[in-house]
């Protein structure tokens, strides 16, 4: 079983830069993942195989990938991206989820 | 513009057989660019895969729920269904379809808007 390991919460005041890791044995050998989920939503994927954003995601949204962990980034951070993300890889075909990290916009 | 809605029973009783019904509109399920998913996430907690159906019907499910869990589709509904026997109170949760896009290493790109379960007698 694949272990991620997310910090549970992160804070940060409106427009400042938020860093959300997240950690696993030779994670950079894997594609990683974000999504977010707004209290009572569905997620929504917001970085896939590790950098690149779906169509209809800001560009304050970022994401690297290396060694033994991945990072999403949000520069000039906004109320409305205060939510949990999650960060998944794929490994033996089967997915794992990190436990989450709430966002919180101060 | 693709959609997923899930619909099935909001409560079942424990050791009972959960089924679950995801509708797609907007799109075809026998599209060769995607996989259809079920994850599910317990109230204040973190999201589980389930398991997902791709080409030609095969499948294949977290290890963890492999010997109760089933995932099939029926074409002429365009529907993608879960099949989940012997559910216990660790089953409730909110379940959510996702479509998985290949070109996009299969992550899961749209997502239905979830159904709640409770496991009780």
Redesign the interface.
Known sequence: SYQLTQPPSVSVSPGQTATIACSGDNLGDK?S?W?QQRPGQ????VI??DI?R?SGIPERFSGSNSGNAATLTISGTQAMDEADY?C?V?DS????????TKLTVL | QVQLQESGPGLVEPLQTLSLTCTVSGGSITSGTYYWSWLRQPAGKGLEYIGRIYSRRSANYNPSLESRVSISEDTSTNQISLTMTSVTAADTAVYYCARVRQQYSDAFDIWGQGTMVTVSS
């Open positions: 594609y993942y999504y569905s997620p929504v994927l896939y195989q690149k779906p999650y998944q794929w075909s089967t997915v794992f989820f990190g436990g989450g």
